[in-house]
C-alpha cells in the first residue's frame, strides 16, 4: 500500500502552470483561425447589396364567382405619393391606393356566418377582412375579382400591406381597398426634352368572356370610376418629387382580344403540330397581318373543329353545342401625367448654348484682315459648347431619336462652322486681288512709319513700282 502511494496512488496528479498554458495555447489558436473565416464572411455578406421581400399581388383574387355571370367591377385610384421617377430606365416608383366595388349578394351573409361560427369556437379566421384588426370580420370564403397588373417590374416588401374588404349590410355592396408600393416600367417620349410632359401607366387587366363581335358574355368588367391623388397623405408647401410635378391622375379603359397581342407581334406562325397554336396558319392567308383584331371573327370562320388555344373558351350550349368564347383584355390604364420642371434645364443647358453660339457673331466685329484672331476665337466656343454637351449629356436619356436639346446643340455647331467657313471666304475676297497694289501700299506705311532706313526704303520702292507696271502690263 506505501508502494502504491509512493507511486502517487493516494493523490491525483497536478500538472505544473506551464504546462496548463502550453496546452491552451493551441485551443486558443484554433479559436481565432476558426474567427477569421466568419470575419471575412461577415464583411462580404454587408458589401452585398439589400435584399427586400417583394409583397404578394394586391388583386390576385379569392373564392369563387358567381356562375354564368359577368361580374362589373368599378376602379377607383388614388396616388398617395409618387417617389421617383427614372427616365434613363424608363421607370418610375409611386404608392397608390387601388379601391374596387362590385355587387355580391353572398358577401354580408358569408361574412355574418364566419363571425357566428367564430363566436361558437368552430373556426379560426385566416383571411381577416383588414389587416392587424380581427374585429373587423372574417372574410373566408368571400369572393374577390383577380386584376392583373402586368407592366410590374417590383413590389416592394419595404412597406406594411393594407387593405380592407367589407360588404354593406342594407345592400349587396362590396367593397375592397388596398395600398400598393411598386416600381412600374412604362414608354416615355422625349422628342420635347427638357419640355416634356410624360404619361406614366399602371396597367390593370381583367379577363372577359366575348363572342367575335365583341359582346360581354361572362368575366370580370373593369369600369372606371373615381381618381385623383393624395388620398391620405398631406400636402406640404414643397416640392413632392425632384425634377417632376404631378399635373393630373385619370383612367383610361381599354379592350383588346387576346389574340390580338400574338397576332399583331409574331414572327413566326405555330407549328402545323402544335395542339393549341396561338397563330394558326390559318391566320397568314387570310391577312390577318393587316388587322390583328379580326382574329376572333377568323377564328369562328377557318378554326378546324376541336382546335383551341389559351384564348379560346369553350362551353356547352343547352342543345349540347360547343360555344367558342374568346378571351378579352379588358383594362383599365392608370395615367399619372407628370411635366418636367424647366428652370434647371434652361440655365443649365439652353441659355449656355444659345450663348455661346451669340457670342459666336462677335467675331464679325473684329478687322477682316485678323483671321487669326476670329478662327481662334470660333475653335475656343466651338469646344466649349462641347465641354457643355458632355457634361449636359449625363441628365439626357437615351432614346431613338433626336430630342429638342440634342437639335438646339446640333444647330450651335452647325452655325459656329458656318461662321468660321464666311470668315475664311471674307478674308479670302479681300486678299485675292491684293496683288502687287496691295503690297505697294504696305511698303508706303512702312516707310512713312520710318521703319526701314533710306537706302533699303528706296530699293523696295524701286522694286515695288517696276512690279506695279508689270502687273498692269499683264492686266
Not at 361580374?71 to 427614372?86: A, Q
Not at 402545323?272 to 369562328?300: I, K, M
Request: one cysteine or more; charged letters at 20%.
Amino acid at each position: 500500500m506505501a508502494a502504491a502511494r509512493g507511486r502517487g496512488g493516494g493523490r491525483p496528479h497536478r500538472h505544473p502552470p506551464l504546462a496548463a498554458a502550453s496546452a491552451a495555447a493551441p485551443t486558443g489558436a484554433r479559436a481565432r483561425a476558426a474567427l477569421l473565416p466568419a470575419l471575412l464572411l461577415l464583411a462580404a455578406a454587408a458589401a452585398l447589396p439589400r435584399c427586400a421581400a417583394q409583397q404578394d399581388e394586391p388583386l390576385k383574387g379569392f373564392g369563387t364567382a358567381q356562375p354564368n355571370a359577368t361580374t362589373r367591377v368599378w376602379v377607383s385610384v388614388f396616388l398617395d405619393r409618387l417617389l421617383d421617377v427614372n427616365d434613363h430606365e424608363y421607370q418610375f416608383t409611386a404608392v397608390v391606393y387601388l379601391h374596387l366595388s362590385w355587387v355580391d349578394p353572398r358577401a354580408r351573409f358569408l361574412i355574418a356566418a364566419n363571425a357566428a361560427q367564430i363566436r361558437a369556437g368552430n373556426r379560426t379566421c385566416e383571411r381577416p377582412c383588414a389587416n392587424g384588426r380581427d374585429s373587423y370580420g372574417c372574410c373566408d370564403g368571400v369572393w374577390q375579382p383577380f386584376v392583373a397588373i402586368p407592366n410590374t417590374k417590383f413590389l416592394s416588401g419595404d412597406r406594411v400591406l393594407r387593405y380592407a374588404l367589407g360588404a354593406d349590410q342594407g345592400t349587396d355592396a362590396v367593397y375592397f381597398w388596398t395600398a400598393v408600393l411598386g416600381t412600374w416600367y412604362t414608354p416615355m417620349s422625349f422628342r420635347a426634352f427638357p419640355f416634356d410632359t410624360q404619361e406614366l401607366l399602371i396597367q390593370l387587366e381583367a379577363t372577359t368572356l366575348r363572342d367575335e363581335r365583341g359582346n360581354i358574355l361572362g368575366g370580370i368588367d373593369l369600369v372606371p370610376s373615381a381618381a385623383g391623388e393624395s388620398m391620405l397623405s398631406s400636402k406640404g408647401a414643397g416640392d413632392d418629387l425632384s425634377d417632376w410635378k404631378v399635373q393630373r391622375v385619370h383612367l383610361a379603359a381599354t379592350s383588346k382580344p387576346g389574340c390580338k397581342t400574338i397576332a399583331a407581334a409574331f414572327s413566326t406562325p405555330s407549328a402545323p403540330e402544335d395542339p393549341a397554336p396561338l397563330v394558326p396558319r390559318f391566320y397568314l392567308q387570310e391577312g390577318l397581318v393587316a388587322d390583328p383584331s379580326a382574329c376572333p371573327a377568323l377564328w369562328n370562320d377557318f378554326a378546324p373543329p376541336g382546335l383551341g388555344n389559351a384564348f379560346i373558351r369553350r362551353t356547352r350550349s343547352a342543345g349540347g353545342g360547343l360555344t367558342d368564347r374568346h378571351v378579352f383584355m379588358d383594362g383599365l390604364n392608370v395615367v399619372i401625367v407628370v411635366t418636367r420642371y424647366r428652370t434647371r434645364y434652361v440655365l443649365s443647358v439652353i441659355l449656355p448654348i444659345v450663348l455661346s453660339t451669340w457670342l459666336g457673331f462677335l467675331v464679325y466685329m473684329l478687322p477682316r484682315d485678323d483671321m487669326e484672331p476670329r478662327l481662334a476665337a470660333i475653335v475656343a466656343l466651338f469646344l466649349a459648347l462641347a465641354a457643355i454637351q458632355f457634361v449636359v449629356d449625363t441628365d439626357m436619356p437615351s432614346s431613338s431619336y433626336t430630342t429638342a436639346a440634342q437639335q438646339l446643340t446640333l444647330c450651335s455647331y452647325v452655325t459656329l462652322i458656318m461662321i468660321g467657313a464666311v470668315s475664311v471666304f471674307i478674308w479670302f475676297i479681300c486678299n485675292r486681288h491684293d496683288g502687287a497694289e496691295g503690297v505697294l501700299r504696305r511698303s508706303k506705311s512702312l516707310v512713312d512709319g520710318g521703319s526701314l532706313n533710306a537706302h533699303a526704303a528706296a530699293a523696295w520702292r524701286e522694286h515695288s513700282e517696276a512690279a506695279v507696271k508689270v502687273d498692269r502690263a499683264h492686266k
